[in-house]
């Protein structure tokens, strides 16, 4: 499966657009959190807190669902799924 980044968040996974990552089928989505922040620990701390949660204003989708809608940390990842990282913009 393929993690997706924009590009805010690239400089924290050496420039990468696209992470690939290997799951078993039905693995959780904190596990290829997890697997992330193994190589990018940088790119970690901005996706999640000091607890682990994702912070508040990064949104996860996985293929078509926003994560929360489909369990948060613990939806559904399989073989050929996209993950889509999203930080918010804010500003004027």
Same mark, same amino acid.
Request: aromatic share 2%; charged share 30%.
């Given at each position: 499966? %393929?993690?997706? !980044?924009?590009?805010?968040? =690239?400089?924290?996974? #050496?420039?990468?657009?696209?992470?690939?990552?290997?799951?078993? #089928?039905? %693995?959780?989505l904190?596990g290829?959190? #997890?697997e992330l922040?193994?190589?990018?620990?940088? !790119? #970690?701390? =901005?996706?999640?807190?000091?607890?682990? *949660?994702l912070r508040?204003y990064?949104?996860?989708f996985?293929? *078509?669902?926003?994560?929360?809608s489909?369990?948060?940390?613990?939806?559904?990842?399989?073989?050929?799924?996209?993950? =889509?990282?999203l930080?918010?913009v804010?500003g004027?």
């Amino acid at each position: 499966m %393929t993690v997706h !980044l924009t590009s805010v968040l =690239r400089a924290d996974a #050496d420039g990468a657009a696209r992470v690939p990552v290997e799951v078993d #089928d039905g %693995t959780a989505l904190r596990g290829v959190l #997890d697997e992330l922040a193994a190589r990018h620990p940088g !790119l #970690d701390r =901005r996706i999640r807190d000091e607890r682990g *949660q994702l912070r508040r204003y990064v949104n996860v989708f996985v293929d *078509q669902d926003e994560c929360r809608s489909v369990g948060g940390l613990d939806a559904a990842v399989h073989e050929g799924s996209d993950v =889509r990282l999203l930080p918010s913009v804010a500003g004027g």
